[in-house]
């Protein structure tokens, strides 16, 4: 258990639709970065925040925004939802915000687009 | 921006046998190369990591090398058991500039260990 906590675990929904994907930072860490799990793109990263600030963007669509919070959660929201956007969405979390550090991944949500 | 490369793709060996997965990195700024086990419906679990001042690292069974002329690093695991299949990713991370520390992350090796 990396101590980091993704909910929910599985999500379906239909084209068109929005959804919330909620991450918990292991404690005392400031760092929570997003990624993006296909099969055809495989593990690519899409934000980043460190202590309630953006720091760095990857190729995060428009449809997709992001925020972190004052209890250092963060949620990733997903809008106009298409069926390429199925995959597997995986937060991880680090102390720091940039350099030679380790980063610990959740166990991610499942999102189906049907 | 960062491209990292892994192979082989898929790696079948025997029980007690070694495993080398191989990756090269397009960008001389990384510093930092962990490697990442993935199991079926799990997220990536942290294995090991390196950065590059170092050249070698080992953890028990699992050991890195890194050539940073060649921009290239790899995953050594030895003494395979049938529990270190899984899927093994090698990411990069320059962790400077505006990259901070977001890794790039190879395509992923799937590795099977027979009893």
């Known amino acids: 258990d990396s101590g980091v906590t993704q909910t929910p675990k599985h999500l379906i929904t239909a084209t068109g639709q929005r959804v919330t994907l909620r991450c918990s930072p292991r404690?005392?860490?400031?760092?929570v970065y997003w990624y993006q799990q296909s099969l055809d793109q495989g593990l690519q990263f899409l934000i980043q925040?460190?202590?309630?600030?953006?720091?760095a963007k990857g190729n995060i669509l428009e449809r997709f925004s992001a925020q972190q919070f004052p209890d250092l959660h963060s949620e990733l929201n997903l809008s106009s939802l298409e069926l390429g956007d199925s995959a597997l969405y995986f937060c991880?979390?680090?102390?720091?915000?940039?350099?030679?550090?380790?980063?610990?991944f959740g166990p991610g949500t499942r999102l189906t687009v049907t | 921006g960062e491209n990292v490369e892994q192979h082989p793709s898929t790696l079948s060996v025997q029980e007690g046998d070694s495993a080398v997965i191989k990756c090269t990195y397009s960008?001389?700024?990384?510093?930092?190369f962990p490697w990442y086990k993935q199991e079926l419906g799990k997220g990536p679990q942290l294995i090991i990591d390196?950065?590059?001042?170092?050249g070698e690292k080992k953890d028990q069974r699992i050991a890195v090398t890194l050539n940073k002329t060649a921009k290239h690093f790899s995953l050594h695991i030895t003494e395979t058991q049938p529990e270190d299949s899984a899927v093994y990713f090698c990411?990069?991370?320059?962790?400077?500039?505006?990259?901070?520390?977001?890794?790039?992350f190879g395509q992923g090796t799937i590795l099977t260990v027979h009893p």
């Open positions: 991880a979390s680090s102390t720091r915000d940039r350099g030679s550090h380790e980063q610990y």
């Open positions: 404690s005392g860490d400031l760092s």
């Open positions: 925040y460190y202590n309630g600030e953006e720091r």
């Open positions: 960008d001389s700024a990384s510093n930092y």
């Open positions: 390196i950065r590059s001042n170092v």
């Open positions: 990411a990069a991370s320059t962790g400077g500039g505006t990259s901070y520390g977001k890794l790039t």
